[in-house]
């Protein structure tokens, strides 16, 4: 139903396509519903449980914000495709934005304005929607009468569960990018910034020794003008950067330049990041590595002064942000396969190369993360993720960055071609390996983080490599 909306609108059917986004509209709705109702048959009576330091108030209360929290991730489950890891952001409001856009090239104005309206209830200071209501009030007759500021039945649950989480120790993930600010406790509000399921910020997850292993490999490599050849970046005239993958880390190790337990703990690294993420984000398909690479960008000296530019620009990995009109579009040349991203830093010893989460308008720095040994960024590649990287004014920043998809025709084919060279050596791959002295890799420790967007879902298919 949802392709077929599209489908109808990019071939500008504009009647049929306000017929389809109506029906999803509708049967979102229904959807939500039909879940929620389920939450309430599955939720249970207060369970006797006569070991417990809780007391019969604190059960209730954790049995009803349970029930609340149920009840507000039936939008995530109603928004998430078949096969895919997550869901589609702001699943409601998007539809209604299309339908809008769809009436308005219909010529059914008095339905913009319906439609509208009913975005603003979730968006009630966006500035486009209320210039777009502006502008119908000088063509059609429109009423004027105040609207509600917000989905009232949603923000009384979310007042309740954010009130559990402040007072209660009560866990809660809210899958709403509109959640206005004013509701969550000032004591929350940091966190509600960061925190959320579409991002994760893990500590721990290679020691220091493992660092400088892969930062000696990534240094060799640049030495035999490998990977990248040392090449100026291709987003700054005042860095270079050089880039190794697993299989030529191997070809090293063939050709006795390098260790080959270091390339193998490359190798290695990268199916511990796999199973972080496959852990964290609840991935009901298949992942498999997309592409996965070593990168460094170093500044380049004599050319850092009155530098204003970043290391990389915002940009959204499956996906090509449109910062004027705050969209991404699912279309080549962008990396559309993409579904998981993650970077995991190795060093700290360089002034600058900040990563950064961005507001659609790639302007907006919504987090911030400093690089530092073992500290592994992970997030859904989406358009709720748009990010960049500050500029390195001093030193070398190295960094392992790797890409997940469920789609099995992209996966990372030169990943496969090492693996199979190591079983034609006679030896086994890295996951036979596990609790062998440093490459058994420790659990990853912390916090969550979130960011927020809405987006266009236009598929296509893509190219190759990139770099953070």
């Known amino acids: ?122 968006y009630p200071t966006d500035s486009d929607s209320l210039s777009n209501l502006e502008l119908y009030t000088q063509t059609v007759e429109v009423n004027t009468e105040a609207q509600e500021t ?51 910020v893990l500590d721990g997850v290679l020691s220091q020794s493992e660092c400088d292993r892969v930062m000696q490999l990534a240094t060799v ?26 299989l030529r880390a191997l070809q090293l190790a063939q050709d006795g330049l390098v260790n080959q337990s270091d390339a ?35 500044a380049i000296p004599g050319h850092q002064e009155g530098r204003s530019d970043l290391s990389h620009p915002v940009h959204v990995d499956n996906c090509i942000l449109e910062p004027e009109t705050r969209q991404c579009w699912r279309e080549a040349p962008a990396f559309t396969h993409r579904d998981l991203s993650a970077v995991l830093y ?33 997030f859904t590649s989406g358009p709720v993720n748009p990010h960049g990287v500050t500029a390195v004014t001093a030193g070398r920043r190295c960094a392992l960055a790797l890409w997940f998809t469920t789609e099995k025709q992209h996966r990372d084919m030169e990943r496969e071609e090492a693996e199979e060279l190591w079983a034609a050596d006679g030896k086994s791959v890295v996951k036979e390996e596990k609790g062998e002295g440093e490459s058994a890799l420790k659990s990853a420790r912390s916090g969550r983080s979130q960011g927020k967007e809405r987006s266009k879902d236009r598929e296509r298919v893509t190219g190759r490599r990139d770099e953070l």
Request: glycine share 6%; net charge negative; with cysteine.
């Open 264 to 298: 193998r703990l490359l190798h290695e690294i990268g199916e511990t990041v796999k199973v972080l993420m496959d852990s964290y984000f609840r991935s009901h398909s298949v992942l498999y590595f997309a592409y996965t690479h070593l990168v460094c960008r170093s």
């Open 221 to 246: 490599a640049a030495s035999m003008g490998d990977g990248y050849r040392g090449r100026r970046s291709p987003h700054t005239p005042h860095e270079k950067f050089e880039g190794l993958t697993v």
């Open 1 to 122: 139903m949802y392709d077929a909306a599209i489908l109808a609108e990019s071939s500008s059917d504009w009647v049929k396509a306000v017929k389809k986004w109506k029906e999803c509209v509708n049967e979102t709705l229904k959807q939500t519903e039909e879940c929620r109702a389920q939450c309430v048959m599955m939720s249970q009576v207060i369970p006797e449980e006569p070991d417990t330091v809780q007391g019969l108030y604190e059960r209730a209360a954790d049995l009803s914000l349970s029930l609340l929290s149920c009840k507000q991730m039936c939008v995530t489950l109603v928004s998430t495709r078949p096969g895919r890891v997550s869901a589609v952001e702001d699943f409601l409001p998007l539809q209604l934005e299309h339908l809008h856009i769809a009436q308005f090239k219909a010529g059914d104005l008095k339905g913009a304005v319906e439609t509208l309206r009913s975005l603003l209830l979730f």
């Open 150 to 200: 917000g989905p009232i039945r949603a923000l009384q649950e979310k007042r309740l569960l954010y009130f559990g989480m402040a007072n209660l120790d009560f866990k809660f993930s809210d899958p709403d990018l509109w959640t206005p600010e004013d509701i969550v406790p000032e004591s929350l509000r940091e966190t509600w910034r960061l925190n959320g399921t579409n991002r994760v």
């Open 346 to 378: 190795l060093n700290d010893d360089f002034e600058g190369g900040d990563f950064f989460f961005a507001d659609r308008d790639a302007k907006t720095v919504t987090a911030m993360v400093k690089p530092k040994c073992g500290r592994l960024v992970g």
